[in-house]
């Protein structure tokens, strides 16, 4: 079994930036996605970007592109997506999920395990 912890949510104001971390525990291999995704309240979860922990490679939501980057510290087990010029339409909660291999996917259903969830909020 796969643990995921994020941490790093909050408040901010529009135009502001947040970084969100995701830590990787248990089971993991060295062939593996992390990726982001949120929800907001009513709709459905959206993908936010993606990274393949062995090659680098990453995938971005269209929405997100330009002002969001994710990166990965393999010694920690650590995922990051920072986050800038936030608005409040990025208001959601905000999830760390992993998948084994190397293929960035953006569907959830491509993911294996799920963090808990870290709420970010922009306020206007």
């Known amino acids: 079994q796969v643990q995921l912890v994020e941490s790093g949510g909050g408040l901010v104001q529009a135009g502001g930036s947040l970084r969100l971390s995701c830590v990787a525990s248990?089971?993991?291999?060295?062939?593996?996605?992390m990726g982001w995704f949120r929800q907001a309240p009513g709709k459905e979860r959206e993908f936010v970007a993606a990274?393949?922990?062995?090659?680098?490679?990453?995938l971005f939501g269209d929405s997100v592109k330009g002002r969001m980057t994710i990166s990965r510290d393999s010694a920690k087990n650590t995922g990051y997506l920072q986050m800038n010029s936030l608005q409040p339409e990025d208001t959601a909660v905000y999830y760390c999920?992993?998948?084994?291999?190397?293929?960035?996917?953006?569907?959830?259903?491509?993911?294996?395990?799920w963090g808990q969830g870290t709420q970010v909020t922009v306020s206007s």
């Open positions: 990274i393949s922990w062995s090659s680098g490679s990453t």
């Open positions: 999920a992993y998948r084994y291999g190397s293929y960035t996917y953006d569907r959830s259903t491509e993911y294996d395990h």
């Open positions: 248990g089971r993991t291999s060295s062939r593996y996605v």
